[in-house]
């Protein structure tokens, strides 16, 4: 079971959270034009990468929060975790 | 009553407490603190098993984990349980045990004819001769094989044990309390960290209650209790016996078996049968030992031969022989220790050497015993059936291929030794790759993958000085970098014999014309002959050959045979063992029971139950109540012999024509605050709320980025900048995930907060014609007309002096409206209304009725918004805004979502108006056409219209809205019925809205 680092929370057991996907996938800003191969990218296309991975997880059993952790998706190594407000390198 | 192999004044059981108990229906006795397979030795008993798959004779092998032999049925405490292990279960007075995998009994077992059919049961036989033909593997192969591979019998009674879980952090986890866990856990305690130092046996201290050695002057086991002792008095420490760390994860978290109550012959109700820990620990001591493996000789299997150490451990802790009259066979030193055991307890051993003559320490004072030593020599074949009689033994030449000399000598068992494989069963499920140790023939961890450190035997460090200096070093140095304190301690003096070389060989040759059985895997019937044909019939990777064969791949995963296994594909491969590799180890390191994975969570407490607050009105009035996720639901209330059809139909038919309440608490309520609420609903809504006054209600349609309805609800506006939503209520914590994820990620700038309120509210529906009439009694003060409480009106008011919210809103398609109350005040609500209704022939309704009122009524839910469908499926497309952009707006542009034949929302009616079409039944053009029959749509909800008085059901179907008039079969496999029905519109009552607005 993972051990993740809520930033808000401190360490917590994985069964806290849920997972949300690829934090770096961004939404076109609403109202404005978007072609549909854009959309379709934004929607379904989703890289699955062997090693680091920067997802979403949302602390449900906790604070509520949805934040980014960097992980290794063939270690389970997590190498950073931050608010959704920062930056990960 | 006798034991006539038990010692006098020997070992470490207690006397004082005989314990009875039966094997096989026998009446037999042993002492406290005996295991099973102890005290049955004690009792001159061996034959213990059938094996798996020739049903051979199978005795003892081992003296704990690693046996693969002595599974057995036991029954104790109430409970009975298949595969137990006898080397570790302990005796407990009127523990009954039995032989499996035999018929009629262990002694005479029908089973046994497939050892002289051996020659038609190679490896790989099952995969050879099941194939043809495919239909006979279900009915006649499989019953078969499985009732002949029985191990034992699951127990299908209720298991009424308690079994708990544990969730625990440490700074230090120390597993197994031989000198090195001892060792590594005083050194870290001392250092002021949090260790806990877990044992699998009932004794502490593993090989230092066997082993002839002396620290700090004191005997072994008293060096071992005086630190125990130590350990158990310091706070900062939790010591564990009967405990096995069986699984290594992900993050340092490692699980933890702790048999509590097993042993115990009563206990209190409130102690667990068996506890699982979650351990999350900063450092991980891994000193786990190693266990001793066999060398491989013809009918090695047969009862009466040991494992070298397991006969010294039954002698040392057990005070029991395991024979007077021993053969010791060995490739090393350690099994000198066994025989000079013998000798001190006098009995005769005669000991075979493989190694040439040569001199050690202890070779030296088996000498000086007088102890008959025969060098160059091994056991060829055991002889005797269900026990150890003889033994063939020969001379070996010098290339140690065949034999200089074969004679048969007398015994009653063989003592095999052929070195000692380390426990790195848990440092390779933390990811350590391992790595080939020539010196000692066998894998020892690599670099570290987690926290794991190996010391001791675990390591492949087999001396006791080596081994508690680099434990006591690792356990100071890994405790110190986490409490930054480093307390020196003096590393004990040692007094160990010292061992010479061992030999590297591992399986006796076979003279000319002879072919006996020689068994690498015993618990798998894994024999050499086999691994032979796995590689000449092409199988070359040690994983296949794994697979093919089923060496290793019993509950003992092999712990005796996976690397004699290696040994004699690296031989007849012709690489080195490093090249062939190794098979993967996985936790369970033993096996546990399903009850401790299980833990608490069963029955009631399997998962929460929500309860509403008129859930205990509900109970006293009959209600027979449905699941709807966590939430129990009243389905319906029962009238005296009503069945659910009867009652939901007349609860539906009270609705109509007169009034009902419902019960709608555990619809999801998300409050929405903020100057932006309006606009966050905009964009989360299809449809356009920048409008809505305050003290209005909306209807609301959801959508996921996918163009798919998420959910639908009405969302009111309590004041200006404050919302009240209403979700369905199997996506309440779904559709609050969605709006978290969209306000703290992608649109950060808007001002808003949602938080959840179901708990908060109760909430009850009153809907029927006379629902006005019924509301002006509750609400005396209030103006309720039509024109000031209009449809999707809102209004706060006192409720009988309690504060309430009323929402003239509408799921039954009734003039209705709902009331909520803080949830305290649920129950007073529910009970004024039913008081106060009654003059208006209020009654309740249940889930049932709801369905019935809304399915009639063309509204869709749950099973319409089923995750495949979009608003213009199920006739929604009228809420879905083209001015404005919301979440999933821009999928709906799909060219698959806009063509001409798209699926869409229709009702159903049967042709004869009698027969109700069960949900999920197929809509197809031909009841008799050749399958595959094409498929034009599915039956959604169905429900005995009360308006109509016959069975209606809304569907999905393909170009659904140009079907309108024609007919189809609705099909279920699944109830065996075909029914003929009519597609008309969804909406088959009122289908103008005219009732919501009068």
């Not at chain 2, 295991?35 to 051979?56: E, P, Q």
């Not at chain 2, 003296?63 to 032999?69: D, M, Q, R």
């Not at chain 2, 075979?352 to 008959?372: F, N, W, Y």
Request: positive net charge; proline residues 5%; charged residues 25%.
């Amino acid at each position: 079971m993972l051990y993740i680092k809520c930033p808000y929370c401190g360490l917590r057991a994985q069964k806290e959270f849920s997972y949300g996907g690829d934090a770096t996938v961004k939404r076109p800003n609403i109202n404005e034009e978007v072609s549909s191969e854009d959309w379709d990218n934004f929607v379904y296309m989703r890289k699955s990468p062997r090693g680091k991975h920067i997802e979403l997880w949302q602390h449900i059993a906790g604070c509520r929060q949805w934040i980014k952790v960097q992980r290794d998706t063939a270690t389970h190594e997590i190498f950073q975790t931050a608010k959704v407000t920062e930056e990960i390198r | 009553m006798s034991q006539p192999f038990r010692l006098n004044k020997v070992g470490l059981i207690n006397r004082n407490k005989k314990i009875s108990f039966t094997f096989n229906g026998k009446k037999l006795f042993g002492y406290e603190g005996d295991t099973i397979a102890s005290a049955l030795i004690a009792n001159g008993i061996h034959l213990v098993g059938r094996s798996f798959k020739y049903h051979r004779p199978r005795g003892f092998f081992g003296a704990g984990v690693e046996e693969p032999n002595a599974k057995l049925q036991v029954e104790f405490n109430g409970h009975s349980e298949p595969n137990v292990n006898a080397t570790e279960m302990e005796l407990v007075e009127g523990l009954s045990a039995t032989s499996q995998n035999c018929w009629p009994s262990v002694n005479f077992d029908i089973g046994a004819i497939n050892n002289f059919l051996k020659m038609f049961f190679p490896a790989g036989f099952y995969y050879k001769t099941f194939m043809w033909p495919k239909s006979f593997w279900y009915k006649i192969y499989e019953p078969f094989i499985r009732k002949a591979a029985g191990l034992g019998v699951a127990s299908i009674e209720k298991d009424k044990e308690r079994y708990e879980h544990k969730f625990e952090y440490c700074d230090l986890l120390v597993t197994g309390s031989g000198p090195s866990g001892l060792a590594s856990a005083y050194a870290a305690a001392k250092n002021g960290a949090k260790v806990i130092l877990a044992e699998d046996k009932p004794r502490f201290g593993g090989t230092l209650l066997t082993d002839d050695v002396s620290i700090d002057n004191l005997s072994g086991k008293d060096w071992a209790e005086k630190i125990i002792t130590e350990l158990k008095s310091m706070p900062n420490v939790t010591v564990k016996n009967r405990s096995q760390v069986f699984g290594y994860y992900d993050h340092n978290m490692l699980v933890m078996f702790e048999r509590v109550g097993d042993h115990l012959e009563k206990k209190s109700k409130f102690t667990p049968r068996q506890r699982l820990w979650y351990i999350r620990a900063k450092e991980t001591i891994l000193s786990t030992g190693s266990i001793e493996r066999p060398i491989v000789f013809g009918n090695n299997d047969t009862p009466g031969i040991f494992l070298s150490a397991a006969a010294k451990e039954y002698m040392k802790v057990y005070g029991v022989l395991v024979g007077k009259k021993p053969l010791i066979f060995t490739n090393n030193d350690s099994a000198y220790e066994t025989a000079l055991g013998f000798k001190k307890n006098n009995v005769e051993p005669i000991i075979l050497d493989t190694r040439e003559e040569h001199s050690s320490e202890l070779i030296d004072e088996a000498k000086s015993k007088g102890i008959d030593i025969r060098f160059s020599h091994g056991v060829i074949v055991a002889n005797g059936y269900k026990k150890v009689k003889s033994a063939k033994i020969g001379k070996l030449n010098k290339d140690k291929n065949s034999f200089e000399k074969i004679e048969t000598v007398d015994c009653d068992c063989i003592c095999v030794s052929g070195f000692w494989t380390p426990s790195v069963h848990l440092a390779s499920q933390s990811g350590n790759k391992l790595k080939y140790e020539e010196k000692i023939d066998a894998f020892i961890p690599d670099k570290k993958k987690q926290h794991e450190t190996s010391v001791g035997a675990a390591n492949g460090s087999f001396t006791l000085e080596e081994s508690l200096k680099h434990a006591f070093e690792n356990g100071s140095n890994l405790s110190a970098k986490i409490t930054e304190t480093k307390t020196e301690i003096s590393i004990p003096n040692v007094n160990e014999k010292k061992y010479g070389a061992h030999d590297k060989f591992w399986c006796m040759p076979l003279p000319k014309n002879e072919n006996p059985k020689r068994f690498v895997d015993f618990q798998n019937d894994v024999s050499v002959s086999d691994i032979e044909i796995a590689l000449r019939e092409g199988y070359r990777s040690i994983e296949h050959v794994k697979r093919y064969t089923t060496l290793g791949m019993a509950t003992d995963q092999g712990r005796t045979s996976n690397l004699n296994g290696l040994q004699l594909v690296s031989n007849i491969e012709n690489k080195i063992v490093p090249e062939v590799g190794h098979t993967t180890f996985r936790p369970p390191f033993t096996p546990i029971t399903i009850g401790t994975i299980v833990g608490r969570e069963v029955g009631m407490e399997y998962m929460p139950t929500r309860k509403t607050p008129m859930h205990e009105w509900h109970e006293k009035n009959n209600a027979v109540f449905v699941d709807a996720g966590a939430w129990k639901r009243p389905r319906y209330y029962k009238q005296g012999n009503e069945t659910l059809f009867e009652a939901s139909k007349r609860e539906a038919k009270n609705v109509r024509e007169n009034v009902g309440i419902c019960d709608v608490t555990t619809l999801g309520k998300i409050d929405i605050k903020g100057p932006d609420a309006a606009e966050f609903l905009n964009r989360v809504y299809t449809n356009a709320w920048m409008k809505l006054p305050v003290g209005k209600a909306r209807y609301g349609l959801m959508l996921r980025e996918d163009g798919i309805v998420m959910d639908d609800g009405t969302t009111t506006r309590i004041s200006e900048n404050h919302y009240h939503m209403t979700t369905t209520t199997a996506q309440a914590a779904n559709v609050l995930s969605h709006l978290e994820y969209y306000l703290q990620i992608v649109w950060p700038e808007l001002n808003v907060n949602v938080v959840s309120t179901t708990e908060q509210w109760a909430g009850a529906a009153i809907a029927g014609p006379k629902s006005r009439d019924m509301l002006s009694k509750l609400y005396p003060d209030l103006d309720v007309s039509n024109e000031a409480l209009p449809f999707m009106g809102y209004k706060e008011a006192e409720f009988f002096g309690v504060p309430s919210r009323i929402f003239r809103i509408s799921f039954s398609g009734e003039l209705a409206y709902e009331i909520n109350v803080k949830s305290d005040h649920g129950l007073f609500m529910w009970e004024k209304m039913m008081e106060v209704g009654k003059e208006f022939g209020n009654q309740p309704y249940g889930t049932e009725a709801l369905s019935t009122l809304r399915i009639e009524m063309g509204h869709v839910a749950g099973p319409e918004l089923d995750g495949r469908t979009i608003p213009s499926d199920v006739s929604l497309n009228g809420l879905v805004s083209k001015k404005k952009d919301f979440i999933g707006k821009n999928s709906l542009g799909r060219e698959a979502f806009n063509v001409e034949s798209r699926q869409k929302i229709v009702g159903l009616i049967p042709i004869d108006r009698k027969s109700s079409i069960p949900e999920g039944s197929h809509i197809v053009q031909d009841q008799n056409a050749k399958l595959p029959n094409p498929k034009l749509g599915h039956v959604s909800s169905s429900c005995w219209s009360v308006e109509n008085n016959n069975p209606f059901s809304l569907a999905i179907m393909k170009d659904g809205k140009n079907m309108i008039g024609k007919k189809f079969f609705a099909v279920s496999p699944l109830k065996n019925k075909s029914i003929e029905v009519e597609v008309i519109s969804s909406h088959y009552v009122d289908p103008e809205g005219k009732r919501v607005r009068s």
